[in-house]
């Protein structure tokens, strides 16, 4: 019998070594799956990376403000161009002929500006019409003396009314007549005040048109045979052929300013913004290789989130528009009691919080659960966030999980 007992429980020992194993194995496949890490102390220094790429596209496409004819063209596309050096040459023949085309045109405009202002200056002669107002009014004068006498003979008798109304009808064709030569008078006044009229607009449009001519001579009197740049640069893309006639503020060519400063815009946290200042010298990392620069401005971002940083980048940085890179700044902190990564901080309608991993033993052996616990943070960066009060150095912290994890929850470690 006894042996039966010994029996009995070691078969059942096995068997529940052998559930537990089973158990334990279902388990891991449906509980959450979730990362970890270990919080760490004060001592890190918190370190941001900023994103962004090079921007500075200074490209500048040469133009002339009068026609030119191209006589031969010295450097290909995808040259490096020196200052000053000639990229190619006009046709001078050409600007000479264009010279003396608007040499005669200003004679001829000079010429008509002349008659204008004789034509202003000469004085208008109204003296015929003028003659015979003065003769008019003094015939009236002598008809009404001659019409008041009338009036005493016709009242005393002494005269007919006939003779009365006869001496008033030539009075009446008097002033009729004067005031139609008046009238003349005054038409020929305004026709002359008009005619005046014009002939200053036309000589101010022809002042206008000489000075214009004047202007465009001048442009080509002090043009240069040889087309160069102020500063150094490559040639881009060369718009015209030898021979060819360009027409004014049509681009001749267009070159690539490799004196012009390069410039990598990048995102960097508002929050941060007392970090950092105008003239603080960085580096910033450019694929393979490193640039040194200093932050030229600040603007803040339509996102509210970041502002965006202009860095200049030194000479010899071989930097090209659309290099993508990232510079790395370290900034300053408040004490925290440890820190975390990001992608540990939760949070909900109570604030963040974490879920903190505890260990513990189990009549099938180890197993982990993880404890909710509500944190309060302080700096952060785009990797690891300050806890101020909550966590402690040296505890573990749940970092992923493969499902929605609640506090008290069984979990299953990645290895």
């Known amino acids: 019998m006894e042996k039966k007992i010994k029996k009995f429980i070691i078969y059942f020992v096995v068997t529940m070594i052998f559930l537990a194993f089973i158990s334990k194995t279902l388990s891991n496949a449906t509980i959450p799956v979730i990362t970890y890490s270990t919080t760490q102390s004060d001592e890190i220094t918190p370190e941001i990376s900023c994103y962004g790429q090079v921007i500075t596209e200074d490209y500048e496409e040469l133009t002339y403000e009068v026609p030119v004819k191209i006589k031969e063209i010295l450097y290909s596309e995808g040259k490096r161009l020196p200052k000053s050096q000639a990229m190619m ?18 004679q001829k405009l000079e010429a008509n500006l ?44 002494a005269t007919s009314l006939e003779e009365y109304e006869k001496i008033l009808d030539q009075l009446s064709m008097k002033e009729t007549e004067l005031e139609w030569t008046n009238e003349d008078l005054n038409i020929q006044r305004q026709q002359d005040a008009e005619q005046k009229e014009s002939y200053v607009l036309e000589k101010l449009s022809l002042e206008a ?17 040889e087309v160069s740049m102020p500063y150094t640069c490559f040639i881009k893309d060369i718009k015209v052929n030898e021979g060819d006639l360009v027409p004014a503020y ?11 400063n390069m410039i990598f815009e990048a995102l960097f946290p508002v929050d941060k913004e007392g970090e950092i200042h105008r003239g603080k010298k960085v580096t910033v990392l450019l694929g393979d290789t490193v640039a040194k620069g200093r932050i030229e401005y600040i603007y803040s971002n339509d996102d509210g989130i970041n502002v965006v940083l202009g860095i200049i980048l030194e000479e010899g940085s071989n930097a090209y528009i659309g290099q993508r890179g990232k510079v790395n700044m370290r900034f300053s902190t408040r004490p925290s009691s440890a820190w975390v990564p990001v992608e540990a901080i939760r949070e909900d309608g109570g604030g963040e919080y974490v879920f903190v991993l505890e260990e513990r033993k189990s009549i099938i052996g180890e197993k982990y659960v993880v404890e909710k616990r509500r944190v309060v943070t302080g700096d952060r960066s785009h990797l690891i966030v300050g806890i101020t ?3 402690f150095a040296g505890e573990k912290i749940v970092n992923t999980s493969s499902k929605p994890l609640e506090d008290g929850c069984d979990v299953y470690v990645q290895e």
């Open 389 to 391: 009060d909550g966590l």
């Open 209 to 225: 048109e000489l000075e214009l001519l004047k202007l465009e001579k001048s442009k080509y009197e002090e043009m240069n045979e």
């Open 250 to 260: 049509t681009p001749v060519v267009k070159v690539l300013n490799r004196d012009a």
């Open 89 to 106: 040459l006009l046709d001078m023949d050409y600007m000479e002929e264009q010279i003396k085309k608007f040499e005669m045109n200003q």
């Open 114 to 157: 002349a008659k204008y202002n004789k034509l202003i200056g000469e004085q208008s002669d109204y003296t015929a019409t003028q003659r015979q107002v003065y003769l008019l009014e003094s015939e009236i004068e002598s008809l009404q003396e001659d019409v008041a006498y009338t009036q005493k003979l016709y009242e005393t008798g």
